[in-house]
């Protein structure tokens, strides 16, 4: 059978990343190009500033994937590109460069959804085997889907309010961590105790979160030591928090594998690089005896192979576009 190359293309929000992958499951070449230390002084990425910078940057991220892969257009067979959800200005440069190279060398277009392409990261690890659980952990997404086959998703539940990822940063913010602070709170947790009481979010019998109440408890805490004349331990905080929100996660996960009878749990979403959370969902795999797959850290966080991946599973469903292609700021995962 003949090898399928599709070139994926994200920029969503501040990465601009183009990978080339080989039939769905082997990385042929990626490049990143993260703007983090642009946005870093405003505390969170400024959408206006992240679409310029991905105008400067798809060029050369583009010209570097095909050379580290030592390839040209001609040896592609499909351009994917994430159509939606994200930052609209971020999401339509991505876009208007997958039509142009689709139209100057002919070549299907294939639009891919965010979450979807966080999903299919896994499967640059080990082939997806349905019925599956994905639990979808980034920074504007916490959900449990079932997927009984490729693209056939069902939302089980999902945050009300805040993501966890967003829940992090917030946190983060707070405690005078610089953006992203996700890995930053993660680091800081590893070296604390959890000797701060933190209420347990949403505690029902769905398999829905919630991360505001938690976020607010953080602040508060945090306000009131301060108040009081009390030097917070950060470590400590870290810790607490971490325990609580990793706690909510992964005990609703292990709701939905017992009550659904899943075999297969797959973890997604710049979250899912968190070191307490790998951690704790795999010791409940373990205990479920269940088959987990985690993505490699470099394919947690937004890039172009998990669109590419996502990509050939779609190209092989016929899963192509026209030019009336639209980036869409938000849209159901399809
Ligand atoms: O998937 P992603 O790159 O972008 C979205 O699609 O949202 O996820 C980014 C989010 C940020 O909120 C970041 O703080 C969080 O993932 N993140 C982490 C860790 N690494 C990234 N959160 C907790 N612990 C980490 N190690
Ligand atoms: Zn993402």
Do not use: W
């Not at 991505?94 to 499967?123: C, F, M, R, T």
């Amino acid at each position: 059978m003949k090898d399928i190359y599709i070139l994926g293309i994200e920029s969503s929000c501040d990465e601009t990343s183009c990978s080339i992958v080989k039939n769905g499951c082997e990385e042929i070449s990626t490049v990143i190009s993260s703007q983090i230390d642009i946005h870093k002084s405003f505390g969170g990425v400024v959408p206006e500033i992240a679409s310029r910078e991905h105008v400067k940057n798809i060029t050369f991220v583009l010209e570097e994937c095909l050379e580290k892969a030592k390839m040209t257009m001609d040896d592609i067979d499909a351009i994917a590109l994430t159509y939606g959800p994200g930052l609209i200005g971020s999401l339509l440069i991505g876009l208007e460069a997958a039509k142009i190279l689709s139209y100057l060398y002919q070549k299907p277009l294939i639009p891919v959804h965010h979450i979807a392409g966080h999903i299919y990261a896994n499967s640059l690890v080990k082939p997806l085997e349905f019925p599956l659980l994905a639990l979808v952990v980034s920074g504007g997404h916490t959900e449990l889907i079932k997927m009984t086959d490729h693209f056939q998703f069902e939302k089980l539940g999902g945050t009300l309010d805040d993501a966890i990822g967003e829940c992090y940063d917030k946190v983060a913010r707070v405690m005078d961590l610089s953006y992203p602070g996700g890995p930053k709170v993660d680091e800081l947790a590893h070296r604390g105790k959890p000797t701060y009481h933190l209420p347990i979010p949403l505690s029902d019998d769905s398999y829905n979160f919630s991360f505001s109440g938690l976020k607010s408890a953080v602040i508060n805490l945090n306000h009131k030591e301060e108040q009081n004349g009390n030097t917070i331990n950060k470590e400590d905080l870290a810790a607490s928090f971490q325990k609580v929100a990793v706690e909510s996660v992964v005990r609703k996960t292990r709701k939905a594998i017992e009550k659904e009878g899943i075999k297969h749990l797959i973890v997604a979403g710049g979250v899912a690089a968190n070191k307490g959370l790998r951690e704790e969902i795999s010791k409940m795999c373990e205990e479920e005896q269940v088959d987990l797959s985690i993505p490699p850290m470099k394919f947690c966080t937004d890039n172009g192979a998990m669109i590419a991946s996502a990509g050939y599973f779609a190209y092989k469903l016929g899963r192509v576009a026209d030019y009336d292609l639209n980036s869409l700021s938000s849209v159901a995962l399809q």
